[in-house]
């Protein structure tokens, strides 16, 4: 459980959940035993919720930066539209604009998950495989030979995953990969989601050198900041 806990504006912190001791004996009668164990119980919850606060707020603030350059994205896609309307822009809507950014996102790669769903529930009706379309990938229940590019996993051992592994053209990631991917709106980096107990290659091996640079050029200009021009002809369409 988790509580306010009064040390800084909005801090905090985990509640022990342990049962308050009693006073022993006459000469302890109306006051509480020292707890050193309850004390440092209550030290390093502070600390565990000092750590999740800070947590939150980084990821407060990239989420701002991805939206950012999503939005800087979408207003340069519109009025591109816009321009190649020639004076007829009543067709140009941000709406459809914002849909193919999203669809773009995961074009080309062809998923297959392994132990993310349970298995009696009908995968295409599954949120993981509706997001991963959305953004453009293509689903399969099967591993693919010469198809499949991608399996996302919850974890190494079964038996998916040891049929990718017998293969050198699939990347086998972790699930958060896709969940970064719809949160940012942009292919996140496949070797920063290594599936725990397999080699650090084997999440970019799907991916090609020159893919691969892409992603990381991608990845590591997302948080720029728009020019001064930018933000000026910004402004101006705005007055």
């Known amino acids: 459980r988790w509580a306010f806990s009064g040390r800084g504006r909005g ?35 502070a600390d565990e919720g000092d750590d999740l606060e800070a947590e939150l707020a980084s990821d407060s603030d990239q989420f701002l930066t991805f939206v950012r350059s999503v939005l800087l994205d979408a207003h340069a896609s519109y009025y591109r539209a816009v321009d190649a309307a020639a004076g007829d822009n009543s067709g140009v809507d941000i709406k459809n604009i914002m849909i193919a950014m999203k669809q773009n996102v995961l074009t080309g790669v062809c998923i297959v998950f392994s132990g993310v769903f349970p298995r009696h529930q009908k995968p295409a009706s599954t949120l993981v495989w509706q997001v991963a379309e959305e953004m453009g990938a293509t689903c399969s229940e099967e591993v693919l030979p010469g198809q499949t590019t991608h399996l996302v996993a919850a974890r190494a051992g079964s038996a998916k995953v040891t049929q990718a592994l017998e293969r050198q053209d699939i990347s086998i990631v972790h699930v958060d990969w896709l969940w970064a991917c719809a949160h940012r709106w942009l292919r996140a980096d496949e070797s920063s989601f290594v599936l725990e107990g397999l080699d650090a290659a084997t999440a970019t091996r799907g991916v090609g050198s020159e893919e691969a640079s892409r992603v990381r050029a991608g990845s590591a200009g997302e948080a720029q900041n728009p020019s001064a021009d930018v933000i000026a002809a910004m402004n101006a369409e705005v007055d």
């Open 11 to 45: 801090s905090l912190h985990a509640s022990p959940g342990k049962a308050e001791k009693q006073p022993v004996g006459s000469a302890a009668a109306g006051k509480e035993e020292p707890d050193a164990e309850a004390d440092a119980d209550a030290d390093a919850d």
